[in-house]
T-cell receptor, first 111, second 114 residues
Framework: EDQVTQSPEALRLQEGESSSLNCSYT??????LFWYRQDPGKGPEFLFT???AGEEKEKERLKATLTKKESFLHITAPKPEDSATYLC????????????FGTGTRLKVLA | SAVISQKPSRDICQRGTSLTIQCQVD?????MFWYRQQPGQSLTLIAT?????????ESGFVIDKFPISRPNLTFSTLTVSNMSPEDSSIYLC???????????FGQGTRLTVV
């Protein structure tokens, strides 16, 4: 059964203090791994898709990386507006097109 | 990316009643998904809705409780039937565009059952 585990559950950073969020996954065959940002009261906002081990994607202060067992979302010099819940999801190759989501990391960046 | 409009954005409903949530997409999409997000928790897939076929429900969700319509490639509805306070949650519509793999989400419907 596909599984996604995210850590830590919550993270508080000072503005400018870089860190990484972890997403460990178990999947029969990986079609894609996805990172989303969710602000309170809103739907998840798509950030990145990663397809194979070794792949990296960047967007502003965020960089996502992928290995065969886990993905990291690196946040460089975060700002208060980066505060949000970050969700990781996987989609397998079974053909069902289901996304399995982790429970997310709640990030708070303090000014 | 697809623009997804969900209605209503929030509602407070009496127990025993039903609420229908609408999801409108600005482009034709093959895959549409309905999720539930309970307070402080992640997203749980309710069902996958493909145009022209019956929705496929996940374990723990049944058609009598969550009937879904998918009349065309840009629209779907989810009904939450015979509601109880345990149905209080955020319900999210999601689509996967043709030829793409990432899913995009609507803003969600915050449902409170009293």
């Amino acid at each position: 059964e596909d599984q996604v585990t995210q850590s830590p559950e919550a993270l508080r950073l000072q503005e400018g203090e870089s860190s990484s969020l972890n997403c460990s996954y178990t999947v029969s065959g990986l079609r894609g791994l996805f990172w989303y940002r969710q602000d309170p009261g809103k739907g998840p906002e798509f950030l990145f898709t990663l397809y194979s081990a070794g792949e990296e994607k960047e967007k502003e202060r965020l960089k996502a990386t992928l290995t065969k067992k886990e993905s990291f979302l690196h946040i460089t010099a975060p700002k208060p507006e980066d505060s949000a819940t970050y969700l990781c999801a996987v989609q397998d190759t079974s053909g069902t097109y289901k996304y399995i989501f982790g429970t997310g990391t709640r990030l708070k960046v303090l000014a | 990316s697809a623009v997804i409009s969900q209605k209503p954005s929030r509602d407070i409903c009496q127990r025993g009643t039903s609420l229908t949530i609408q999801c409108q997409v600005d482009s034709q999409v093959t895959m549409m998904f309905w999720y539930r997000q309970q307070p402080g928790q992640s997203l749980t897939l309710i069902a996958t809705a493909n145009q022209g076929s019956e929705a496929t429900y996940e374990s723990g969700f049944v058609i009598d409780k969550f009937p879904i319509s998918r009349p065309n490639l840009t629209f779907s509805t989810l009904t939450v039937s015979n509601m109880s306070p345990e149905d209080s949650s955020i319900y999210l519509c999601s689509v996967e565009e043709r030829g793409g793999s990432e899913a995009f989400f609507g803003q969600g419907t915050r449902l409170t059952v009293v």
